[in-house]
């Protein structure tokens, strides 16, 4: 399948998976080319392109599997291509991974062209917004309500939820949320120091966000969890 053939599968990039995943690889995600093998038959250089996700949500994971699995015309990956990754005794990562050279390439072509991303996005803001902050979010709260936040190291990602959040109603700016060279540490007592900024934004109104947008993961949408007011 060629990258045009790929493209008029998604109806020219109307599709709500396409923005969900868009979301996702702006995030947690990501898509990358392979090393190059010798092809089986021909003995010609040839490469695939592997979509993965490892994430601690299973809801998330099959969320994305399902997505991905629809843009590829492949719609039992919900459940199929979602696989227990165990990183350690205590705790365990749902990874996704599929391979599509056809995506790969469409991806590659876009990924740092943030007016060709809009023109993807814009038709659903709402399922990219959901991509994203499914990856990169959180909710916490405050003495007067429920706070969205979602952050990332890019600037120009967090400019791509601000273009979809207005044209929603909503609004929000990009602030630093901690300098590059900052000391972190972790309960278990290490540390280790940033080397880039962490950028964040906050939408507003966070109910209408919650509402409208809505998360794959549980404890992004609870609301009704309100620390101030038990």
Not at 51 to 75: M, N, T, W, Y
Not at 86 to 109: H, I, P
Request: contains cysteine; glycine residues 8%; hydrophobic residues 35%.
């Amino acid at each position: 399948m060629s990258m045009e053939q790929f493209y008029a599968l998604q109806n020219g990039g109307k599709s709500p998976h396409l923005a969900y995943v868009i979301g996702v690889l702006l995030g947690d995600g990501c898509c990358y080319r392979m090393k190059e093998t010798p092809h089986p038959r021909t003995g010609k250089p040839s490469f695939s392109w592997r979509i993965e996700l490892a994430v601690k949500d299973q809801p998330f994971a099959q969320a994305f599997a399902h997505s991905i699995g629809c843009i590829l015309r492949r719609p039992d990956s919900k459940h199929r291509d979602v696989k227990i990754l165990l990183t350690n005794r205590v705790s365990q990562k749902y990874r996704v991974c599929m391979a599509s050279k056809s995506f790969g390439e469409w991806w590659q072509g876009i990924k740092d062209n943030p007016e060709a991303i809009k023109a993807v996005i814009g038709v659903n803001p709402r399922q990219f917004l959901r991509g994203l902050y499914d990856s990169e979010g959180n909710l916490c709260w405050s003495k007067t309500g429920p706070l969205v936040r979602i952050f990332n190291q890019r600037q120009e990602i967090l400019d791509l939820a601000i273009f979809c959040l207005v044209l929603l109603g909503m609004r929000a700016h990009i602030r630093i949320f901690r300098q590059a060279g900052t000391v972190v540490r972790f309960p278990n007592g290490t540390k280790y120091t940033t080397s880039k900024a962490l950028y964040v934004i906050d939408p507003k109104p966070a109910r209408q966000f919650i509402a409208e947008i809505g998360s794959n993961i549980p404890k992004k949408i609870a609301i009704e969890s309100n620390p101030y007011h038990k």
